[in-house]
């Protein structure tokens, strides 16, 4: 793609690439975190790693679209890394049900967010678009597999979740300029 600095469909096409890649590497970091708190043999740590590997697919798919568009990836992703893990291995101390709820409140933004990105791109984009639905499609997923695998149930379920969102919302707004 040709652009220049300035160019406001471009930037906001980068914006989003920017804040996609960011979120699906926090993704892999929550997931890191949980991991190295549940191990590899429970039921939950068993649907966390499915769920882990296609976030890691996620984010290698928008890894390779940074480098191939010139995108500038967000400053904040030590942050990302270090916050990401840190609320993984947090919700899994608490039990597989916080463990849970921490995904269904981060697919819950996370749907919000990529709804949003597809009503803005339309047919402007068609591979961020095709890419960007496909993603949607497997986090709603696990939105789905964290609610029946108890997220409601997790202590200070209303609290918790409501923080998380909160969270995501933050990263999101800050990724995109950061």
């Given at each position: 793609m040709n652009w220049k600095p300035g160019d406001r469909r471009a930037d906001?096409?980068?914006?989003?690439?920017?804040?996609?890649?960011a979120g699906e590497y926090g993704a892999t970091r929550i997931y890191a975190g949980q991991l190295a708190v549940m191990g590899d043999r429970s039921p939950a740590a068993r649907l966390v790693a499915g769920m882990a590997a296609q976030e890691e697919r996620h984010r290698a798919f928008f890894d390779a679209m940074i480098a191939r568009r010139g995108v500038r990836p967000t400053a904040l992703q030590p942050l990302w890394s270090v916050a990401g893990f840190a609320l993984g291995a947090v919700t899994a101390a608490i039990g597989p049900e916080a463990a849970m709820a921490c995904t269904a409140a981060v697919?819950?933004?996370?749907?919000r967010h990529y709804r949003q990105q597809l009503d803005e791109l339309g047919d402007s984009d068609q591979e961020l678009s095709d890419a960007v639905a496909r993603f949607r499609a497997e986090e709603l997923?696990?939105?789905?597999?964290?609610?029946?695998?108890?997220?409601?149930?997790?202590p200070v379920y209303p609290v918790l979740s409501g923080l998380i969102r909160a969270g995501c919302r933050a990263a999101i707004a800050l990724s995109k300029r950061i």
């Open positions: 906001a096409t980068h914006s989003m690439i920017r804040v996609d890649q697919e819950t933004e996370i749907d997923e696990h939105l789905d597999t964290a609610l029946a695998s108890g997220a409601e149930q997790a």
